[in-house]
Nanobody, 123 residues
């Protein structure tokens, strides 16, 4: 069974930073590409970023490129999403996801989802 456990959400002011973490098992970490999606109120879930466990391949949504950085810690079986220069429109529930590769995940495809963590950005 694949489990993805997110943490790190919260309230931050516009322009601030926040780091999300997603912990999983070693088997999941090595078998899947891991990434992040988000869903704002009244909107569909959208892709944010994804990375292979080796860190050798990744993908970002255009709206976050240059502000967000996805990374992995193989020793901890954890994927991170460092979010800088946050904007009010970044407010959403952020979901960790496990899928086939960064390309398919960037198209919205994922096999497993975490429970989500709320990120609120105040203006």
């Amino acid at each position: 069974q694949v489990q993805l456990v997110e943490s790190g959400g919260g309230l931050v002011q516009a322009g601030g930073s926040l780091r999300l973490s997603c912990a999983t098992s070693g088997r999941t970490f090595s078998s899947y590409c891991l990434g992040w999606f988000r869903q704002a109120p009244g909107k569909e879930r959208e892709f944010v970023a994804a990375i292979t466990s080796s860190g050798g391949s990744w993908s970002y949504a255009g709206s976050v490129k240059g502000r967000f950085t996805i990374s992995t810690d193989n020793a901890k079986n954890t994927v991170y999403l460092q979010k800088n220069s946050l904007k009010p429109e970044d407010k959403a529930v952020y979901y960790c996801a496990a899928g086939a590769n960064p390309t398919t995940m960037s198209r919205g495809q994922s096999d497993y989802w975490g429970q989500g963590t709320q990120v609120t950005v105040s203006s």
